[in-house]
């Protein structure tokens, strides 16, 4: 029985588990194609649409039920592995993994930049969700804060420039009505969130330690990360750079 993964080849994070999903099927039933390779409409006609975009889809090559998102994971996962199947497939728990699921679909290509893809014959960008990002942003923020908090006395300065950062891009914005948009908006800021996560973990690493090399990685990942996602949102480069002026002001990185 032939399977199909269809995966969304403008996502760094889909690339890498789908291949791995691939790689644990010791049967070879299961192989996987990218939304740019599709060859033809025959293979997109028997999908939804609008749920592949969100959900993972697995085409049955011989006819049978096309599974989406969850069901895909049980099925790559457990279908080798009966116990782990019913597990997985509990009532209470499949619930709790639709939840993360769908946390992480909507906001992947936050916590994963990608740069704009080409055009394909089946879109799999997903959807602007302004709940999802909202959580996402609540999520990344607190532990972002967590983090620094582990190895600096106040988290004063970092809140400092968190304001500081969302108010000047604000202000930017509403001198471009063409993209001030409340999914600009929030979209920025879950990229933000993500530059100070990524560099904040280093930071932290680095403070704990003692490495100050580490510390100074960290602060240029977030200089870096900051300037490469508001390039992918289209936003000026100017913002990044007011950005770098901030952290060197207000967290004296050393």
């Known amino acids: 029985m032939k399977k199909l993964l269809i995966y969304d080849e403008s996502c760094p994070m889909c690339k890498l588990y789908t291949k791995g999903m691939v790689a644990a099927d010791s049967s070879g039933c299961l192989t996987r194609m ?14 939804d649409r609008q749920r592949a975009r969100h959900e ?6 011989d006819g ?38 769908a946390f992480i679909s909507y906001n992947r290509r936050i916590i994963i930049t990608s740069a704009p893809g080409r055009w394909q014959l089946l879109d799999l960008q997903p959807d602007f969700h302004a709940g999802q990002r909202v959580a996402f942003i609540l999520t990344i923020f607190g532990v972002t804060t967590w983090a620094w908090a582990t190895s600096h006395s106040t988290i004063w300065p970092l809140a400092a420039l ?22 600009t908006i929030l979209d920025y800021t879950g990229h933000l969130g993500m530059s100070l996560f990524i560099g904040t973990l280093f930071i932290a690493i680095g403070s704990t330690t003692g490495w100050s090399t580490i510390r100074l990685i960290g602060y240029a990942l977030m200089i870096g990360q900051h300037f490469i996602r ?10 990044s750079v007011v950005f770098t002026v901030l952290i060197f002001v207000l967290l004296s990185p050393q």
């Open 56 to 61: 993972i889809p697995l085409i049955d090559l």
């Open 64 to 101: 049978g039920e096309t599974l989406y998102g969850v069901d895909t994971w049980i099925y790559a996962f457990g279908h080798h592995n009966q116990q782990l199947e019913r597990l997985l497939s509990l009532g209470w728990l499949r619930t709790i993994l639709q939840k993360l699921y």
């Open 162 to 183: 968190i304001g500081c950062q969302l108010g000047i891009t604000k202000f930017s914005l509403l001198l471009q009505p063409s993209i001030n948009t409340l999914e």
């Open 34 to 47: 990218s939304n740019g390779e599709l060859p033809n409409e025959s293979v997109v006609s028997r999908l």
């Open 230 to 239: 508001t390039y992918r949102l289209g936003l000026s480069p100017w913002i």
